[in-house]
Each structure stands twice: as C-alpha cells, then as structure tokens.
C-alpha cells in the first residue's frame, strides 16, 4: 500500500508539476560522481525568458534519506514555479551515508554547480536563494549563515564546512536569502517547548547525524547549529513555523529569528498558530508570503541589473569542444539604455583574464588546458551597473586511442572504449554528461551503463540517431572478417553502420528486437578491411535508442592447432605433486603468438616461445580442467583441454626389514596388490588373526587374505627396508 500511495503522489507531482514547467531535467548530478546522492531535478518556470532567478530547495528527512528531492516539489516548487522562479531540488548523503558535515559540503557543491552552469540552465545567478523544510529547512539556514566560511572551529574541534566536492570549486557558495520552513536550530536546547522528540537522546536524528550523542560530543553538536555562524553579512531571513509542531519546536525558530536580529540581519518570523510539521504550515497564504520575500530579496540584492544592459557571449557557444592546447577567441556584444558600457571583463570562473573597453569586445585566451571550462563575461556601464552571463566549453586532448592502447584486429573492442578526444572530435553525443549512470568515463557525455550481459562490465545506453563513436584500430591483415556487435534493444527499426577512415563498410546492420535492454543477441555480418591503423565510426541509424556492450572481428582464416602432450586425460596426482603441462602449438597461414595456460578458466600463464608449455604445483585434492588456448598472428585462436584428478598426499610409513605392524587407512575393502603397490616387490607375508597372504604360494587359491580393509591391523613381512605409500595406484 505505500509503494501504491507513494507512486499516487509521485504521478500527481509529476501532473501538478507538469502545467507549471516548460522545461525539466531529472537525475543532474551536481557533483559528477555519479551517486544518486548527489543527483538534483532542475525546472523552469512555464513563461520562457532570458534567464531566471533561482532557488535551490532541500527536502526534509531528519537527515535520514539521500534520494527524496521529489518531495515538496508539488506544492513549494510550484508556489516558486508559478512566480516566476527556477526551482534546482537537491539530493544529499544521509546520516547513514556520512557524518556531518558531508551534507552542508553536498549543499555547498549544489550552490557551486548553479553558478557554474547559469548558461546552460539559463540561471540567472545575481539571485540565488535558499529553501527547505525540517531538516532541509536546517541545512538552508546552515547555507546561509556560513556564506563566508570555509573551515570553522569550536573548542578543539575543527570541520571543513565548504568541501571540494565537484569540479566547480572556482565558484562561490553563497546565496542570496533564506526560506527556513520550520527547521531545527539548537539542537542542545530543543526539548525545552514541547515535542515527542527527544532530541538530546543519543538515538536522536541529530545525534545520528553528527556520529556521537549530542550531548557528549558538544563542540561538534554546535556546529551542526546556524547560531554558531551567524554575522551581520548574512543575507535575509524568513522563517516558517507552527506553534503545534511536536516534532520541531517552534522556539527555536523564535530564538533564531533574535539571534539574526541580533547580529543586524534581515530576519522575519511567521509563526502559525495550530501548525503542525508540515500541516497548515505549506499554505497557499504562506507560500504568498515566500514569494513577496524572495521578490524583494531580489530586488534588493540585483536592484533590477541586468535591465539596463543586454549582454550576450556570441563566441564560442555553449559545450563547443576544443582540442588542447587550444586557442579560444571570446567575442561578445554589450549594450545599455543608460550611459555607456564602459569596459566588458573575461573570466574563466572567478578568475580574470582580461577586458576589452571598447566594441566589438573580444578576447583571445590562448593554451588552454584539458577539462571543462567556464567562461564568464561581464559588462559594466557608465553608472556602474553590471551585468554577467557565462557558458561553458570542453577542452580535450588531441583523439587518441583510450588508454593510449590501440585497438587490434582480429580481436573484440569495447563500446565504452572509444578514443578520447571529446565530443564532436571522439564521439558525438546529442545530450551533455554521462546520464547512463555507470562509474565509468564520467568526465564524458557518451551515456554509459552497468552491463549485466556474460563478464558484466559496461555497455552504450541511450543512443540516439546520428550519434557516433570512433576506435583507432591497427588491422593486421587486409582481408574479410566476420563482424560481431553485441546488442540489446526493446523495440524495432534500430540500425548501425560502420565505416573505416569515412568508407561505410557495413550500411544499417539491422538490431532485432532482444525484448529488454539487457537482453542480449549477437548480430553478425561481413566486413572488408585493410592491413594497418585506421579509424573506425560507429553510427546510430535513424531511430533512437539501442544498447552496445562490444563488437568483435575474427578472420576468416585457417585456425591454428593445439594438443596437450602430458597430462594425459584422467591422470591421477596427488597434492605434492608437480603436474607438467606440455603441448604443441600449430599454424597453418601465420605463426602462434602464444599459447595461455588456464585451470577451471582462470589463467595461470602465458608462453609466447616454443616449446609451450608450464608447470603447475600447490593443488588440493579434487577433479580439474586444464585448457590452453593458442593465437596466432592472425588473431584465430584454437583450445585444447583435459581433465585431471589430485589426491591428498599419500600416508608414508617407514618399514623395516622383517615383521611389522600396520594399520590399513584406506577407506573400504581394496585389493592386496593395489593397497600395498608401493612396496609390493619387498612383501614376503601378511596376516591378520584369521587369514594370511603368502607370495610363495604359487596357487593363489590358497592365500585366504586376498583384500586389506579400512581399520583393521595387520603383520607384514618385507625382505628390505622400504617406505609404505598408502595410496591406490
């Protein structure tokens, strides 16, 4: 039932959202590792404008849920939708995931994130604000009071508050105003005006959270409070809170909104009489008075700027790739209806690069390094209005083989191992970032995912027509292969093509439908290649979406031969034992490369010399396969194998010439000759207490001991010192 009423909500979320929204991003991750933990939605409002204010808002969860920032977003995201607000709702790491204070460090990246992408998500960054409720309400006030703080200190406690999380680290962290809707504040007096929670208790939430009961760990529970922090340069306050909220006392709110006061901060209290957590609180009213805050937050903090001056980067455009060490020309057009522009500045972040004070305003910013880069221009004008707007552009290294290893032929390739180089040099990716989700090549926008085909690893996701990948490849012989992609699709009329050095060598290969996304199927076909490196595209046909794990070319020629010499098939060792491993090795039209040794499929050795072959020790007891594998020149491969059994180590007992007494500890009945073969030429006699064996005996029908068994004694009577193996032969 709760799965039911939770998709009930998430659809109607989705609906509500849906009439406010003109466009949405889903699963950004704001940090670019990869963990859903650090994913955030991003929507803008439905009237399309230039660039639009910003809030970032935090779910409420008692710090114990890393993945809910759907929450809220039908009722708050909406009321800031409505008015006119980008609304980037953020996951966080929980109190299970990490300790404080990982979570204001994911906060902080979130913050960082916005600011590096106003271009690309058409933010306007003059205006970044904060919200969130309970404990999302806590970690936006956190956002705001420590604006100006990278590390802080209490007693003998030190804590990084701002975090290196993500690549946007240039970047400022701090927001414009804060919207706290009835979040915890002080944590060590919070059970001082009526709740069911015992927040002091040391299975609390904030105890959870900081790893160590509040109480106990004090210097680290004051950290986790926004008193700590606050100083008169902290942006405005509006704090949201019920006077029947039993889970977080609405005193500390109170006291929160003194303490700002106190320091000379903007801080407004709204305390609702009978609001509960949550109830009556999340008001058409209130979400009003939100609004009203915000809007003149805004207006104080950007004073209508940029109104008066339009601003455009015209050169280079957004997510343009360059091949390092690249040389960048930035041009941009200013204008303004008041005075005169009087210089435009160009930053690569916060850093300057320089200025240009007269049109056209271009700049030339020259050996580039690799890595994604934000450009940023700002325009000034005579009465010292500004503006800024910023873009960002891939820098890559020259296309190259992935790892530096060139793919060979015959042989298989990887999807995922496509050269390097960027997008529209390397590859071509309609969609920015990785979204496949898998921990592999994240700082590229190829979509790759987990693979759950045989040897697991990762596959090509979310291929969309036109798209294309290249591998520079070395052929060793021209001739024909067979072409094997290896492919999974839900749907028909999916198609790829392949061509070497911009010659098709294989039109829209058509993909079947396999059923599923990981349901997998080889696609074979023919393909004419010649000898040397070349590069090969993979193209995506006319209709989207189809998943490739790898492709692999085998020549069409003679394999090679392998057999194994020693062991033979069945043989028997035992675990001390060194088992030899001889084979020959042949090649009809080329020579062997190598020859691989393996046990049960794992390796254990190549030899690339003949004679091939190897020796393995150290077995315990049990049956196995030994395979070997020979390549040749031509990369065709043939395999060989047996089947061995080892046995324990066999019991040696030391007998003396004569008579001696022995025990039998082999397990049933076994014949005399087989139980006692290791010193059979030196046994004259052996007896128990009813029967006897004698090798004089030259009518074995007489010998009433024919058979030794599993613990009984017996005399034997041997012509020679000589050493007793228990083993049967």
Known sequence: MKKIVLLILTL??????SQQTSQKWTDVNYVGDGQVYHNCDIYLPQAVKESYPVVIYIYGSAWQSNNSKTSDMSTVGAALLTAGYAVVSINHRSSSDAKWPAQINDVKAAIRFVKANSAKYKFDTCFVAMSGSSSGGHLSGIAGVTRNVKSFTVGSTTMNIEG??????????????VCDWFGPKYLLQMDICGNTTTHGAADSPGSAILGCAIKVCTDNAAMLEPKTYIDKTDPPFLIFHGTSDNVVPYCASVNLN?????????????EIPGGGHYSNVHTATNFAKMVSFLNAAREAKCNGIPKNISLSITSPTINTSFEAPANIEIAATATTTVGTITKVQFFNG??????????????SWSNVSVGTQSICVKATNSNNETAQTCLEIKVSQAQAAYNGKVHTIPGKIEFEHYDVGGNNVAYLDNAADNTGGAEFRLDEDVDIEDCTDAGTGYNIGYATAGEWLEYTVNV???GEYELTFRAACNGTGRTVSLSSDGTTIAS???IPNTTGWQVWEDVKTKV???????????????????????????????????SIVTPEANSQFTTAQTIDITTIATATEATISSVTFS???????TDVTAPYSYSLSGFSAGIYTIEVEATDSNGSKATASVTISVINAPVSILLKKGWNLIGCPIEGSTDIAKALSSVWQYTETVKDLDSFWLKSNTIPALNSLMKLTWGEGYLIKVTSDCNLDWIVR
């Open 258 to 270: 003194n303490d700002l006061k106190a320091a000379g901060v903007q801080s407004e209290y709204v």
């Open 164 to 177: 290196t999380l993500g690549t946007n680290t240039a970047f400022s962290s701090s927001v414009d105003a």
């Open 508 to 510: 829209n290969i058509a």
């Open 528 to 562: 004419t290649l010649t000898a040397g490196k070349h590069i090969l595209r993979l193209t995506i046909g006319t209709t989207d979406y189809v998943n490739l794990n790898y492709m692999s070319f085998a020549s069409e020629a003679v394999a090679p031969t392998i």
């Open 476 to 478: 060793a012989a021209a």
């Open 12 to 17: 109607l979320s989705i609906t509500i959202y």
């Open 350 to 363: 916060t850093t300057l690069l320089g200025e240009d004070v007269t049109a056209p305003y271009t700049y």
């Open 599 to 605: 046990v049960a499929e794992t390796l254990k050795n």
